[in-house]
């Protein structure tokens, strides 16, 4: 998101109403200063999730909050300025810096992973590696519960027509001894 307001258009320096003169992009106002942080966070993101890595985490922040940063100081002062812009066709008039699209994508982008980075470096390197690939371990599966017994049983008893409670019950059987009772031949 970040990288994308970068080829956005920033600004558009309005004149009057329906009267656009020219356009700003990003690239414009910060020379692809947000392209190269969030290259860097992207970086520091692989390797943060990829070795558990705390400092890599709080670098995606720091990346964030220079994003962040360049917003307010560059980018949010010039909002609504009015100034005289000289162009070829009219000398010297009065255009107005209206915020456009990528003026917004680039401040959601930073808040994004300005808050995101922050929350990321707050974990610890075993949850930072759980949200990575599981290397060697193939997939993850659950075995199923041991019976209570080891003779016992577990067998699911079809629906007799009782609603969902009777899908959901499952009943234990133990197997049956033959047993002799005495007198019996």
Known sequence: MLAASEFMTTFKLN???GQTFDVQKASDQHSYALLVLAAFALIALVIAVAN??????????????GALLLFLLIDL???????????????FFEAKADPAAGFWVELAGALILAIC??????????????FGPR???????TKPAPAANPGERQTAEPNS?????????RTLERPRKASRVQGEP
């Open 135 to 141: 290397r060697g371990r193939g997939p993850t599966r």
């Open 161 to 169: 027509g009782k609603g969902e409670a009777a899908d959901s019950e």
């Open 15 to 17: 004149g009057g109403p």
């Open 52 to 65: 558990g890595s705390r400092p890599a985490a709080a670098a995606v922040a720091i990346a964030g909050v």
């Open 117 to 130: 980075g922050g929350a990321l470096a707050t974990l610890t390197p075993d949850q930072l590696r759980s």
């Open 77 to 91: 002062p010039d909002a609504g300025k009015v100034g005289t812009l000289d162009d070829a066709r009219e000398s």
